[in-house]
């Protein structure tokens, strides 16, 4: 008998009728059963959530917003605007959350190993290049205030697209670059520019390809790891529309009431201009780009041969985890390297992040990096192992 | 409890909140931003809260 060979690869198949769950159309919003009404499901449409509350304030931000006085513009909103305080800390704290939430996303699907299977390899791929669109958005937008604090990151950003292998190998390429980011150097220029990314290039761009990952995922639904095979049972199917769309207002109310309430209590405190007299202030990064900022000092090699090449690598490795991982069971402890891998990030990003903290900028030796290294992936690796042996013999005592 | 009743009751919390924040929000005392959104956020959660009685209502919640 001739065996159709299984292929997941093929796109236009995502483009055809589903046939299970009964009732959804071409391009579906899904009936879900009450399985997975859990919130490790539903960390997505907390990210949506996040989206629309950015895209609407920002919207409301840019009618007060001027590119020929950035500072003074950002100082009035806070101080003149009525309700303009709440709105920019609210759109602040809402980018954080953004930014939080995509790690807790990406780190779930990542260890269920849910980029496996038809769509979901793509769904991965996209995801990915969506957290590095989101990282693009939320450093532009603090670009945008012209504090000392972002025309110093922005000088930084000038540096490693001249110094780093872009500008060293394609010069052309790299003035390019540059050249998109600040026109012709004039304040209005650079923020007009810098403006234009944020709110229409960059931001159109994760619109698009966030609903374009969330069909995706309408189509091959939520990845259901304690799904065991032969085990049929006879699911409810809830439809979307009143029960999954409730839910969902329900879970972003919440989300967005707690937003609020921080945004109430931590109203921001604009940075001083750029320009301003400064004595004894060291220009931090956000929280966020504390781990690459570290990275830049620790890596101990110079930025073009060791903390760029190491943030190359980490985007790199991480876009082609689908085709990397060839482990066959799901699970996390099933497939230990991948989750090794996995653990090994967690650990240095909170390392880096909270080393950058405490010593911002300052070089650290090549031993002590190589000890930090290995160190690290010393307590991965006997880690994930260990509870893997824990497990299995967890399995063997119990039969 | 009947589930008109908590609702009706949420939903008139909801109200006096609302009157709350419309007071707040014309006569501008100092710190009214702060004050103003704790009564949004409180606003936000009761109308989660509806949205939760009608959920459990419809047995999403329960156990199998």
Redesign the interface.
């Given at each position: 008998m001739h065996m159709e060979e299984k292929n997941d690869y093929n796109l236009m198949d995502a483009l055809e009728e589903d046939e299970s769950p009964p009732g959804s159309y071409k391009i579906s919003l899904r009936s879900v059963t009450?399985k997975e009404?859990r919130i490790d499901y539903w960390t997505g449409s907390f990210l949506m959530t996040c989206l629309m509350y950015l895209a609407i304030s920002g919207m409301l931000l840019f009618y007060y917003f001027e590119q020929g006085n950035p500072y003074g513009s950002t100082q009035q909103i806070i101080d003149g605007v009525?309700?303009g305080?709440?709105l920019l800390t609210s759109h602040l704290f809402m980018a954080y959350a953004m930014v939080i939430i995509i790690y807790v996303h990406m780190f779930r699907n990542y260890f269920v190993g849910a980029y496996k299977g038809r769509f979901r390899w793509l769904q991965w791929i996209l995801g990915v290049v969506l957290f590095i669109l989101v990282y693009v958005e939320a450093v532009l937008g603090y670009l945008l205030s012209e504090t000392y604090i972002g025309v110093s990151a922005l000088h930084v950003m000038e540096l490693l697209v001249e110094k780093s292998v872009i500008g060293r190998l394609m010069p052309a390429l790299s003035n390019w670059i540059i050249a998109l980011l600040i026109g012709n150097a004039s304040t209005a220029s650079t923020v007009g520019h810098l403006l234009a990314l944020h709110v229409a290039i960059i931001g159109g761009l994760i619109l698009l390809l966030a609903f374009l990952h969330f069909f995706l995922f309408e189509k091959s639904g939520p990845f259901n790891l304690s799904e065991k095979k032969g085990e049929e049972t006879v699911k409810k199917y809830?439809p979307w529309y009143p029960?999954n769309l409730?839910?969902t207002?329900?879970?972003s109310?919440?989300f967005?009431?707690?937003i609020?309430?921080f945004?109430?209590?931590f109203?921001q405190v604009l940075p001083p201009a750029y320009g301003a007299l400064l004595y004894g202030l060291t220009p931090f990064p956000d929280w966020y780009i504390m781990p690459v900022y570290k990275l830049m000092d620790l890596a101990g090699y110079g930025l073009t041969t060791g903390g760029v090449p190491l943030v190359t690598f980490f985007f790199i490795s991480l876009l082609f985890i689908p085709f990397i991982d060839r482990y066959k069971s799901k699970g996390a402890l099933e497939r230990p390297m991948i989750t090794v891998f996995g653990v090994f990030y967690i650990i240095a990003l909170f390392i880096m992040g909270l080393w950058g903290y405490s010593q911002p900028g300052l070089t650290q030796t090549r031993l002590l990096t190589m000890a930090m290294w290995w160190g690290i992936t010393m307590v991965s690796v006997f880690t994930v192992y260990a509870m893997r042996f824990a497990k299995k013999d967890l399995v063997k005592n119990e039969n | 409890m009947k589930i008109n009743l908590l609702l009706y009751i949420i939903v008139a919390i909801q109200f006096v909140i609302a009157i709350g924040m419309w007071y707040v929000a014309v006569t501008a005392v100092s710190n009214y931003e702060t004050i103003w959104t704790v009564l949004l956020s409180l606003n936000l959660i009761l109308m989660s809260l509806l949205f939760l009685v009608y959920l459990k209502h419809e047995g999403v919640f329960a156990r199998e």
């Open positions: 009450r009404f009525y309700f305080r709440l809830y029960i409730i839910y207002v329900f879970t109310l919440i967005i009431a707690i609020l309430i945004s109430a209590f109203m | -």
